[in-house]
């Protein structure tokens, strides 16, 4: 049945977005599914890639698209995916900002924001030998881990950012300087509309303050990094506390097992805390106290072995004297 005077609510909203600097969201999906989209989104930026190996992409790639209604994807100025990939935890710790699909680079809806409150078209992706580094817009540098993802510095728990209830919006009862030349993201944080995710802080976090969180970091330049040369230093610090334990075991008293213990788990607790609130670089710890407890117990047992034998040898020369 048609109802000529029922307003299309579609078309107000588009013009709405037509006439504003509104950028959409979508999703991109990554599993191959029976039934796919594969029409890809307009974005109006250039992605140049810098450094870029042949036959090498450690960056997610997508298999199809769930866009907007055509009449709003196709009339907005751009838009930009919004998925995040938990860790195998189920915690969101870092969100890609790029995605290749179709041999095309696609940035993050956050990435996008901020490129397009910039007014800067050139987005460079730049790569070393071990994947990518980072990526960058004008002025802005955004370190990266190998594949494009970026390591969320969240400022705090829920609503750490200001919110503006619809209602309050449509009933016009706001302060207009509260979105006087802000970003502002639309989003939901009702448990029944499904966009709450666990983070680091809290394991019930609305979606959209994920990307708020990272716009903030962008702007601010104040991110949380685990480059792509972080697996060496891990590597080494093992290395290099294993050697210094078992040294110190050793060479050293008995009785000052627990004092060296304690010694190296102060130590290595101050380099993670400083190399992650100082320079931003996140490391492993846990690997590393492993280290330090596993080397203090196989020296001990080696040294009192050691001792053993060496003791059964002394009395058995001094038996054979006798």
Same mark, same amino acid.
């Given at each position: 049945?048609?109802? $000529? ?18 950028? %959409? ?6 599993? $191959?599914?029976? !039934? ?5 989104? *307009?974005?109006?930026? @250039? !992605?140049? *890639? ?23 994807? $196709?009339?907005?100025? #751009? #838009?930009?995916? !919004? ?19 179709? =041999? ?12 397009? #409150?910039?007014?800067? =078209? ?6 070393? *030998? ?6 960058? @817009?004008? =002025? ?9 993802? #970026? ?86 610090? @093992? ?31 101050? %380099? ?30 080696? $040294? ?19």
């Amino acid at each position: 049945i048609k109802h $000529d005077n029922i307003p299309n609510y579609d078309e107000i909203f588009t013009n709405i977005v037509v006439n504003t600097p509104t950028i %959409l969201g979508y999703q991109f999906q990554l599993e $191959d599914e029976e !039934f796919i989209v594969t029409k890809p989104p *307009e974005i109006p930026a @250039i !992605f140049i *890639e810098k450094n870029r190996q042949a036959g090498i992409d450690y960056i997610l790639n997508a298999k199809g698209t769930i866009l907007n209604i055509p009449i709003l994807q $196709d009339n907005a100025y #751009s #838009s930009g995916f !919004f998925n995040n990939v938990p860790d195998p935890s189920g915690i969101i710790r870092s969100v890609p900002l790029i995605i290749r699909y179709q =041999d095309q680079l696609f940035p993050s809806l956050a990435l996008e924001i901020v490129r397009a #409150s910039s007014g800067i =078209d050139k987005v460079f992706v730049n790569y070393n *030998e071990l994947g990518v580094e980072s990526v960058s @817009i004008g =002025d802005f540098y955004i370190p990266t881990d190998r594949h494009g993802r #970026s390591i969320v510095n969240f400022r705090g728990k829920e609503k750490t950012f200001k919110y503006l209830s619809a209602v309050d919006i449509y009933n016009n009862d706001f302060k207009k300087e509260d979105i006087s030349g802000k970003i502002i993201l639309v989003g939901t944080s009702a448990a029944g509309l499904l966009d709450l995710r666990a983070i680091p802080f809290e394991s019930v976090f609305p979606g959209v303050e994920v990307h708020a969180n990272l716009i903030d970091n962008i702007l601010t330049q104040d991110f949380i990094t685990k480059p792509s040369w972080a697996d060496a230093v891990n590597l080494l610090n @093992i290395l290099m506390v294993s050697i210094l334990v078992t040294f110190f075991v050793t060479y050293t008293l008995f009785w000052f097992n627990p004092l060296i213990t304690i010694s190296f788990i102060f130590a290595e607790t101050y %380099l993670i805390y400083y190399s992650l609130f100082t320079e931003g670089i996140v490391l492993n710890i846990i690997f590393p106290l492993f280290t330090i407890f596993l080397a203090v117990i196989t020296t001990t047992l080696m $040294d009192y072995f050691y001792e053993v034998k060496k003791e059964e040898a002394i009395k058995r020369k001094f038996a054979s004297k006798v």
